[in-house]
């Protein structure tokens, strides 16, 4: 059977991007409509960006394992498309993704970073594409930011280390990927590194990713005088060419070759290519009919590389246009709706504006600028839009093409595009309209909770406000970042996903945004919750001078061991009484009691409160306001609460669980295993793993997981690497509580 010619097999692939079916879809931070009713008419004006022509553009991002080489290779493409005239580099501080002073310091992504930049594939007569690219940070503590801009894409780059393979990283984001849909391929990067493998990566990617992976290259080796490997190049299996580096160059000399030279050369890798090739065709036969039916099976192109060494990555480019789909081919985008009684789904269509905020970012020049993906329509400067999220009506200022941290004007972003949108001067003024669309969704995500926090204090009174402007700079930015105030003692806490993650939220609030402020140890953050044989009731009265008028109110509280919600009951109110009023009163006390536990001030888990009003017992007088219905549901909560957890303190405090994945090598599996199962009290539950690398699946108590990584390193000399998830909370003993307790007050 023959290879279908380029550009057949082209279409092939592009199948593969069509075939994948229904995408998720749903809540969004915030989503723009454009305003139906006075602006949808003036809605698809076109400016010159309008007329970029989607067929020839793809919108990508990078995903990978921490250190796996995306910036690298970001950085290379930047290069060879004659965006950026100097190659930048991760360890020198120099590259243009990396722009936060944070990362260029501890060279690892943060955020991610989007650029726009023009690639013409290598074969003959091709035109120009756009290419739309986010870099995304590989750390775990940055899950969510990988999340939140792979949902925008419509395909992904892959990097693996072609000597750690897949890491544990690296298929969290896989799942990540294919949760939306989004057609991956994957580039087996650092292959001139000694120790890189090629043959078992490409086992691992079937066995790890669950992927048929499709080889289109060979890695090239060649001896040097000492007989070393040194990594030369790729063997093109489709186009049957040989492609070699010159070394030390910039990449841009290429030596290409037919395969008559890689047969007198290299007899044994011209059999192996020649063998890859019939298996190249005999995967793409299988799934080519059956991928369109199944939509399940995931085939996967697999190129390698060494973007270090500047090998292999405009190969890369012209695969990312060949083999990754353009806006068109991706199926249409839904969108759920909610108007009380019809929900539903509907297909993005049409002229009628419908674009997805999907990242917030503080640029110290220009202010918040808004990462915009347009699904519909034309985002047109100066015009009107729908802010479904807020329910108000706002005018885009201006907008804007990013090229990490510079940017250029236009005058639109049109169906397909990713752009940046200037947020203006805040919302104050939005025009707040009347809801007819109800709650709408666009791909949503859910803000992990958070895990780890720290006291933040600024570091004299005067600095309180500047500090407090710069946590809501930071907070709008990232919303897996949270900031709680204790209400008795004004102290303000900051709590995120990880140590790293609040390390570099100090790093950014002292550095970039100039806050005055000290924080605290970074400390984790428990859950309190009521024995499991309480019943408490507690009848409150509450009486107090507000604004010099005293307002009284009083209710009755009750609470039940069962999940995260406060209930509200009444019964035979008066008349006069605005139910609805009182009720959200109720409730907005009784969630800041279930908000701030009575042990440690930890947030309650697993407790629902009812609130009962009797209207005999309770005050129903001029005096009793929504604030004081507040406070009084507070009060009675947080006693009722406190009194429980005194009458039994055993298994009050809850904390977190981690699913953690270790990798070693077969030699330290049993040291890893002994230390997860005994010295830190984690559940083994599965080994994984062949040919040498082995992986560890067990549940560990977040507080035994500090500094691991450190003592993995030592056992394992460095080779070992791990990732974890919060799986949950769990009840601890008083023997593990009375030791948090003693951190947490210093004892
Ligand atoms: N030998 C070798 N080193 C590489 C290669 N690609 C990247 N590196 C190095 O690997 C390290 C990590 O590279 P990055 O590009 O920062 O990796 P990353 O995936 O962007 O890392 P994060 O953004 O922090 O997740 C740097 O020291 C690079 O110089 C390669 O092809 N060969």
Redesign the pocket.
Known sequence: MLLPARTASTICWRCLAHSKTAQSLGRTAFSLRSDPKRFYATSSATGADATVDLAHTRNIG?I????????????RMLYYSGFTRRIG???EGS?VM?YLPA?RS????ITSAAITFDWTPSAPGSQPYTINLI?????ADFTFEVERSIRVLDGAVT?L??VAGVEAQTEKVWRQAEKYGIPRLIFL?????VGAKFGPTVKEIASKLNAWPAVLQLPIYEQDKRGDDIFRGVVDIVEKRVFLWGLGGDGQKIDVHNYTWLKGEKPDLYSEALTARVALVELLSEHDEELTLRGSSEVVPVLC?????N?GVQPLLDAVIDYLPSPLDRPETEISYDRGKTKGVLNVSGDRLCALAFKVVNDPKRGAMVFVRVYSGTLVRAHHLYNTTLGVKERVHRLLKMYADDAVDIQSIPTGHIGHRHSGKGNKHHQKVSDSFGTIQLRPIEVPPPVFFASIEPSSLSEQKPLEDALSMLLREDPSLHITTDEDSGQMLISGMGELHLEIARDRLVGELKAKAEMGRILISYRETIPSTSGYELRTAFEKEIAGELVKAGCHVSHTLTVDEAETEHTKLPKSIDIEGLKGSLISGAIAALGRGPYLGFPMRNTSIKITIDPSKDYFGTESTPAAYSSAARLASTTALREAITLNEEGILMEPMMSVIVTVDEKDLGKVVGDLSSARGGHVLELGGVSGKRSVVATVPLKEMVGYLKHLRSMTTGRGTFVMSLLGWERMTRVRAADVLKDIRGG
């Open positions: 990078i990978a394992h921490i250190d796996a080489g995306k910036t690298t290779t970001t950085e580099e991760v360890d590259t990396d990362e501890r060279g690892i992504t870099d995304t940070p590989g750390h990097i280390d072609g990067n650092k292959l001139d590194r590389g060494a973007s270090f060494k090998i």
